[in-house]
């Protein structure tokens, strides 16, 4: 069973960075993927950003040009450099791992971290 560990969350004023870390163990197969979602009480999860086994990278347009995601999945560890934070930035937010399946990925989601923003 995969497991992915989230850290680095917590509580910044508005302008302020954070650095979320997340590690996946347990995979029996490489890494194809690792990204990170956020989500606020009563609304949907929604993609922030994504690097791919070849490094490529995809943002959501809110967080372009403020966090960098960054990581290596043939190490299982992503990162999240969240500067210029907002306080609509405050969220939980959620570490990803798609893994190859033989019809299609399979996505693991961690535990979820807490960032909260404050004006």
């Known amino acids: 069973q995969v497991q992915l560990v989230e850290s680095g969350g917590g509580a910044v004023q508005a302008g302020g960075s954070l650095r979320l870390s997340c590690t996946a163990s347990?995979?029996?197969?490489?890494?194809?993927?690792m990204g990170w979602y956020r989500q606020t009480p009563g609304q949907m999860r929604e993609f922030v950003a994504s690097?791919?086994?070849?490094?490529?990278?995809k943002y959501a347009d809110s967080v372009k040009a403020r966090f960098t995601i960054s990581g290596d999945t043939a190490k299982n560890t992503v990162y999240l450099q969240m500067n210029r934070l907002k306080p609509d930035d405050t969220a939980a937010y959620y570490c990803?791992?798609?893994?190859?399946?033989?019809?299609?990925?399979?996505?693991?989601w961690g535990r979820g971290t807490q960032v909260t923003v404050s004006s």
């Open positions: 990803t791992a798609d893994l190859p399946q033989p019809h299609s990925d399979l996505r693991y």
């Open positions: 347990g995979n029996d197969r490489s890494i194809k993927a």
């Open positions: 690097i791919a086994s070849d490094g490529t990278t």
